[in-house]
Every structure is written in structure tokens, then in C-alpha cells.
């Protein structure tokens, strides 16, 4: 009975330190993207480079989040939105492989011991009170987020010590033998510690954990070097399950990437027990004595580490056989036939990411958007009916989009953001309808031009002619909101301002000179009714342009949140010289020429 109870007791303190070490796991990590944030943006940006760079983002990214099986899950969405080719998702594979293994040696200060202060000071029992106080003075005195993010970084560190000790301690309570025999037994049959070492590796879901809980049973001694490295390598293949499930209902590409994921961990594996335990035996002196010795923390971070190192090296020259192998040569799909592919459900495990995916699809958008009013001024001075029909087809695709990307943004503004990335979702949100609106007047002046196609109205030369300049300056200011999207440039959002002030000054103007021309009856009623809806549509077109300016100008605002009209009723925005430069320019270039002429 006695033996029962110390049983559930030691049972019960492994379990909840290893539910402390994947509690500190996970808060470590999401305090170190949220404090990466705008910079984990731009390291993605940059995944289309080259296979060495792709290793070495891989690496980055996943010292970051602090799992590689999440960088990969995120590279099967790459690959299913058609923004990466299997060839570049092999190289964030294997520096995924490498950056996994910081975690490792984080945890290899469980072997410090010495009677020095100085050194002893880092032993985590030590160490993680130090840590805890840093992170907790850091969220209850820090003003600013990314202090309070770093002081969760702390506090994250600091239970996964706490994990690993309660661990190591809990684990000593066993009969040593009992892992003796285990890990004897793994190290005749290695292909049972593979067997081992995978399936605790996909039920935690994290070869970093495993590998830890790894560390925690060496710390009893019982552990010899040809017991673990079969275990260790299962590790890396366990850690492959989460990318497998999450390609299902994914692409055939995106299935290859998970695939190419397990692919080269199981080529590294066979590579390591054929060279180790069949091949070093009989040309090593000492491989047995070797192989038989002993090994604490520090020794399984260096072979996991050595492992994944090794692999890549190895298999770095052959990525390209590889994916083609596995049936993956072609290269990927624009990312602008389907852009609501760009929304993948595996980006939201990391917010910085999926804005930065929502911000391709709303700059895709208004780019659509574009292309409607383009269609539309055909439609309505060229009376091309194939316009017309194109405007409806894209019409439905951005309606399609707003839908797709407001959920997608509801989803992302659920999970816990940092200041910075709140403010970019809720900016976002607020240019996904101003943009929608914008193909909406697009359709609107469609419309109206099939109606005057069919009742055979025309416009006079004049209202032409002005409707071209009107449509040319609406071109510009779109071109403007584009790109201020793109950069995030608070200097090109503020020019959209002034720019569409000027696009104002169109309607009153126009509709006077219209007044002049039905006077003179140089056009009919119906006629003239028709050239105003459509000044009105694009004079709305610049109204919305002006709004997604605003959201952007907020992104770089220290100050709360605030709407378009409450920063428009600012008069202090218009009395800058800038603004008086931009205004008068865009004046000269649009609207003077028109002012000049006679109806």
C-alpha cells in the first residue's frame, strides 16, 4: 500500500511538471513572438530567398516561437496558399530542425553544480526565482507592452525550470534500475526507442517537451548515450504528426510539404543507426565503452542538436531530388489567382503572421477594386459591355473577400495581441469595407452606363472630357492608398488627404458647369443625371480612399484608437506645408486644366 501511494505521488509531480514545463513552453513563446512582432512580419517576408536562407529563417523562426513543429505547420499553409514552393519549404524544414534545439540547451543548466556563488547561481533552482521576480516586476511596473511581453518571456523561462526540477525530482523516486533495463533494452533494439521516442513526441506534440522529459529522466543517472540516441532520433519524427494532421484538407502541395517534413527526418534517422550502430561498433576503438557511458542534459542538447546539424548538411544538396521525388518540381501558384487562400486557419497560431497575411489580401483587394473603376470608366465612356461583365465577376470575388477576411480578422482579434498588432487588425477591419465599397461604386456607374447603353443616351464632349480627368485623379489617389498599404509609410498615407480634398472640388465644379451645358442644351436631362451619379460614385471613391488613409495614419499614432471623421474634423492636418504642397500640386495636375476650359 505504501508502495501505491509513493507511486501516485511521484506520478502526480512528474505529470504536473510536465505540465508546468509546456504551460512555460507555451507562455515563452508567445511572449517572445508578440515581442518579436512587427520584426517576425518582415523575417517572413523574406521566406521566397534562397535554400540557405530558408534554412536560416527556419532556424530563427522557430527560436522564436519556440516549435518547430508550429513553423512547419505554418510553412504547410505557405505552401497551400501558393506563395512558397516546396523547394523553399525544405529549407525552413531543416532550419526548423536546428532551431528547435535551443530549448535543449536552455535546459542543460540542470547539470551546473559548484560550490561557486557565481556559478551555482544559474543552477535552475537558482535561477528561476530570479526569473519569476525580473517577470513579474516587468508586467506590474512596465508601462509600454513590449516591456510587459518581455516580463512574460521571464516568467515563461522560469516555469519551465520549475517543470524540469519537479521532473528530475520526481523521477529520482524511482528504482534506477527500472530505467537501466528500459533504456538497455532501447539501446539492443533501437528501432523500439524510435518507436518510444515518436509516439510520446506526437502525443505531446512537441519534440522540445520530449526531448526535455529526456533530460529530466537523465538527471537519475540511468540513462547510457546508446539508450537515448534511438529515443532522440523518434523525437525528431513525432514532432513531424502535428505538420500531418494539419496538411489534411490542405492542398496536394501542402500535403508534400508535411510529407518532405517527415521525409528527411526519417532519411536522417537511418542515416544515424546504420553509422552508430552498425557501422561504428567495428571501425570506432572504444564505440562500446562509448555507447554504454552515461549521459546527463548538457549530452542529449549536443546529440540533438548534432542530429538535426548533420542532416541538414547532408541533405542540404539534395533538397531539390528530394522534392522532386515526392512529386513536388512545379513552382507554386500566384498568389493572386486566389487570394482568400492567403487566409490559412494554421497562420493563426501566430497573430503577427496571419495580420501579415490579411494585409497581402486587403492590398489584393483594393487592387481589384481598382481594376473596377478602370473597367468602369470603359463601361460608361466606351460603352464596352464586356467591361460590364467583367466589373460583376470581380464585383463577386471582392464581396467574397471582405466576408472571408472580416472572420478571418474576428478570429485573430480573439487571440491575445499585442498593442501593435490590436491596432493593426482593427485597421485592417477597417479598410476591408471602405475597399469593398469602393468595387461597390465601381458596379454602381456600370449600371449606369448599361442603362445608357440601352436607352441610347450619350454624354456631350465636355462631360466626357471631364469624367476622363475625374477618373485619371481617382486613378492616382488609388495608386497613393496602394501603396501606403504596401510601405506602411505615414508620409505617402498623409498625401491621400489633400489629394482627395482636391477630388472634392470636382463635383461642386462639374455640377456647375453641367448646369451651363443644359442651358445651352448642349446634353438631355437624362443624360446629365447620369454624368453626376457617376461624379458622385467617384467623388465616394476618394471619401473611402481618405478613410483607409486615416487607418493607416493611426497604425503610427501613440494616442487611442479614433475614427475617420474625428481626425478629418482636425483642421490643424491641412495647415501643414506638405499638405499645401500635395493639395496644390495634385490641383495643378487635375483640376486646373479643366477650370480653364469653356462648357
Known amino acids: 500500500m505504501d508502495n501505491i501511494g509513493l507511486y501516485v505521488t511521484i506520478a502526480i509531480q512528474v505529470i504536473g511538471g510536465l505540465c508546468l514545463f509546456?504551460?512555460?513552453?507555451?507562455?515563452?513563446?508567445?511572449?517572445?513572438?508578440?515581442?518579436?512582432?512587427?520584426?517576425?512580419?518582415?523575417?517572413?517576408?523574406?521566406?521566397t530567398g534562397n535554400l540557405l536562407k530558408g534554412v536560416l529563417v527556419g532556424a530563427l523562426v522557430t527560436a522564436v516561437i519556440q516549435s518547430s513543429s508550429a513553423t512547419t505547420v505554418m510553412v504547410v499553409g505557405f505552401v497551400s496558399a501558393g506563395i512558397m514552393t516546396l523547394k523553399q519549404a525544405a529549407g525552413i524544414i531543416m532550419g526548423a530542425n536546428i532551431g528547435t534545439t535551443i530549448t535543449a540547451h536552455i535546459l542543460r543548466l540542470n547539470d551546473v553544480s559548484s560550490e561557486n556563488f557565481f556559478i551555482s547561481f544559474f543552477k535552475p533552482d537558482n535561477l528561476m526565482f530570479v526569473l519569476i521576480i525580473i517577470g513579474m516586476l516587468l508586467i506590474y511596473t512596465a508601462k509600454s507592452n513590449?516591456?510587459?511581453?518581455?516580463?512574460?518571456?521571464?516568467?515563461?523561462?522560469?516555469?519551465?525550470?520549475?517543470?524540469m526540477m519537479f521532473m528530475s525530482d520526481g523521477l529520482n523516486g524511482i528504482d534506477k534500475s527500472v530505467f537501466e533495463s528500459l533504456f538497455a533494452f532501447c539501446a539492443n533494439m533501437p528501432l523500439l526507442g524510435i518507436v518510444i521516442g515518436a509516439v510520446v513526441t506526437a502525443i505531446i506534440q512537441s519534440s522540445s517537451a520530449s526531448v526535455g522529459i529526456l533530460q529530466a529522466v537523465a538527471s537519475t543517472g540511468a540513462i547510457t548515450l546508446g539508450g537515448a540516441i534511438p529515443i532522440i532520433l523518434g523525437q525528431n519524427i513525432g514532432t513531424c504528426v502535428t505538420a500531418v494532421l494539419s496538411s489534411m484538407g490542405a492542398t496536394k502541395t501542402a500535403k508534400k510539404a508535411s510529407i518532405l517534413h517527415l521525409t528527411f527526418n526519417?532519411?536522417?534517422?537511418?542515416?544515424?543507426?546504420?553509422?552508430?550502430f552498425f557501422i561504428c561498433p567495428y571501425v570506432v576503438p572504444g564505440w562500446n565503452a562509448l555507447m554504454n557511458g552515461n549521459v546527463n542534459s548538457g549530452s542529449i542538447a549536443d546529440f540533438h542538436t548534432i542530429f538535426n546539424v548533420t542532416t541538414t548538411i547532408i541533405l542540404f544538396p539534395f533538397a531539390g531530388l528530394l522534392v522532386k521525388l515526392i512529386g513536388g518540381s512545379k513552382e507554386q501558384e500566384s498568389i493572386t489567382d486566389k487570394p482568400s487562400r492567403m487566409l490559412d486557419e494554421r497562420f493563426l497560431h501566430s497573430p503577427a503572421i496571419a495580420i501579415g497575411q490579411s494585409k497581402n489580401v486587403v492590398i489584393s483587394m483594393l487592387e481589384l477594386a481598382k481594376k473596377n473603376i478602370v473597367l468602369s470608366e470603359a463601361a460608361m465612356l466606351e460603352k464596352n459591355s464586356d467591361a460590364m461583365t467583367e466589373i460583376k465577376l470581380i464585383e463577386k470575388n471582392v464581396d467574397t473577400m471582405e466576408s472571408e477576411l472580416s472572420s478571418y480578422l474576428g478570429k485573430i482579434n480573439d487571440k491575445t495581441l499585442s498593442e501593435s498588432e490590436n491596432r493593426q487588425t482593427m485597421a485592417y477591419i477597417s479598410m476591408v469595407s471602405d475597399i469593398e465599397r469602393i468595387s461597390d461604386h465601381a458596379s454602381n456607374m456600370s449600371d449606369i452606363a448599361k442603362m445608357m447603353m440601352e436607352d441610347d443616351q450619350k454624354l456631350s464632349k465636355g462631360g466626357t472630357k471631364e469624367l476622363h480627368n475625374m477618373f485619371l485623379a481617382v486613378y492616382d489617389l488609388l495608386d497613393t492608398t496602394l501603396e501606403a498599404i504596401r510601405t506602411n509609410d505615414l508620409s505617402v498615407a498623409s498625401q491621400i488627404e489633400p489629394k482627395e480634398q482636391v477630388i472634392d472640388l470636382f463635383k461642386s465644379t462639374f455640377r456647375r458647369k453641367h448646369m451651363g451645358r443644359l442651358a445651352k442644351k448642349k446634353c438631355t436631362a437624362e443624360s446629365g443625371i447620369a454624368y453626376l451619379e457617376v461624379v458622385n460614385n467617384l467623388e465616394r471613391v476618394a471619401d473611402h480612399c481618405s478613410n483607409v488613409g486615416v487607418a493607416i495614419i493611426q497604425l503610427h499614432s501613440e494616442e487611442k484608437l479614433f475614427n475617420s471623421h474625428e481626425y478629418l474634423q482636425v483642421e490643424s492636418i491641412r495647415q501643414t506645408e506638405e499638405y499645401s504642397r500635395i493639395y496644390n500640386d495634385f490641383m495643378a495636375k487635375y483640376y486646373a486644366p479643366l477650370i480653364k476650359e469653356k462648357d
Open 22 to 47: 509546456l504551460f512555460g513552453m507555451n507562455l515563452m513563446g508567445d511572449s517572445l513572438e508578440k515581442a518579436a512582432g512587427m520584426r517576425m512580419q518582415k523575417i517572413i517576408e523574406s521566406l
Open 146 to 163: 513590449s516591456k510587459k511581453d518581455s516580463g512574460g518571456i521571464f516568467i515563461g523561462l522560469s516555469l519551465i525550470f520549475a517543470g
Open 266 to 276: 526519417i532519411i536522417g534517422t537511418f542515416l544515424f543507426i546504420v553509422a552508430l
